[in-house]
């Protein structure tokens, strides 16, 4: 899909910088029904101390994504924000936080079980929240007539987050953004919304600026832990049954969830049922997942109960294109839904 990142090659290091530690933090963003059956939903932190104790107190917040590209498991929009005259003291200097993907999966998890740890200063100052989107409602919304977009559903996703966290009362006077696409778009849409408030998006705000920062280590390892929750149910059907049979079910591990990280390959291969082919954890509305299973089910003929046999010749990828019209640049790029919601603020 042209909104998509799937056809970036990585290299070995970024694969590995990409898939999940063993030992991931289960952070209290996991909600392990939701992600399993492929629900999309946020989560919110309590507000910290710091800032409860003086809801007047101005709070600088940031933002961030992970997954965009992968063809596996969720993309998590993550925010965190903060006194912002702690920005750079307790965020950079003292806990050393960086762009996520510069930081080994575990120093990442590390970072992030300090957050949610009561006695640490990160948690008195810091409040946190993530919106998960799950892949079936990513490649619904993508499949969906009106095509509601990638890009469309990140700027919801931001959108949400952030006027959530205003609703519960922090004086939000700063907001940084990572973006996407191009900066200025993003930022004047942003602008119309909240005029009132100071808001820069820039590229690779994840490294310029330690509230992103922070906020892309929330977004990761929430997916991280996400991606592992949705690899379990493999792992119990893999351990059922006698020793035939666990050789014969036996998955091997996925990977980053990245089309071009091989075991990801591998295991969408191994796994595809022909029909369906795979379950909530997979962006159908990916490219590397609509060749898989036309290759799969090309033999397959699919006889669908309806009067007329025009349509009996049908394979199941056939319902896998958006629709694919001119329209305006900004209203292609931010979706209709933005738009309706703009003018209600």
């Given amino acids: 899909m042209a909104d998509t990142m799937e056809d ?3 290299d070995t290091q970024e694969i590995e910088q990409e ?7 289960m952070a209290p963003s996991i909600c392990k029904p939701d992600v399993i059956s492929g629900k999309s939903y946020s989560h919110f932190s309590p507000i910290p101390s710091q800032i409860a104790d003086d809801m007047a107190t101005e709070c600088v917040l940031g933002v961030d994504e992970a997954g965009r590209g992968p063809v596996l498991g969720p993309m998590v929009y993550a925010l965190l924000y903060l006194p912002i005259e702690l920005q750079q003291s307790l965020l950079a200097d003292t806990h050393h936080f960086d762009d996520s993907k510069v930081l080994t999966p575990v120093v990442r998890s590390s970072l992030m079980r300090k957050l949610c740890t009561k006695a640490s200063d990160l948690h008195s100052a810091c409040g946190w929240a993530t919106r998960l989107l799950s892949a079936r409602d990513i490649s619904a919304d993508m499949l ?4 509601y977009n990638l890009n469309a559903q990140a700027m919801d996703a931001t959108i949400s987050l952030i006027q959530e966290v205003m609703d519960k009362g922090v004086n939000v006077t700063e907001i940084y953004i990572d973006t996407i696409g191009k900066p200025e778009v993003y930022q004047k849409k942003l602008e119309k919304i909240w005029p009132t408030v100071r808001i820069t998006v820039a590229k690779k705000a994840d490294s310029l600026y330690p509230v992103v920062s922070a906020a892309s280590v929330c977004a990761k390892v929430t997916r991280d832990a996400a991606l592992d929750v949705c ?3 493999y792992q119990e059907a893999a351990t059922k049954g006698n020793e035939e049979e666990y050789v014969f079910n036996k998955v091997i591990p996925w990977g980053s969830g990245y089309p071009s990280d091989g075991r990801t390959t591998t295991w969408l291969k191994q796994s595809i049922d022909p029909v369906f082919g795979w379950g909530t954890e997979c962006r159908f509305s990916w ?3 609509k060749e898989l299973l036309e290759q799969k089910n090309k033999d397959i003929k699919i006889d669908w109960p309806v009067d007329d046999d025009d349509g009996n010749d ?3 990828t056939d319902f896998f294109a958006a629709k694919n019209e001119d329209s305006d640049e900004l209203v292609d790029w931010f979706g209709k839904r933005v738009t309706q919601e703009m003018e209600v603020f």
């Fill in 287 to 289: 490219g590397t997942a």
């Fill in 231 to 233: 690899y379990e149910p």
């Fill in 19 to 25: 898939t999940p530690a063993s030992d991931v933090f």
């Fill in 8 to 10: 970036v090659q990585m």
């Fill in 144 to 147: 969906a007539p009106s095509q």
């Fill in 314 to 316: 049908l394979r199941v």
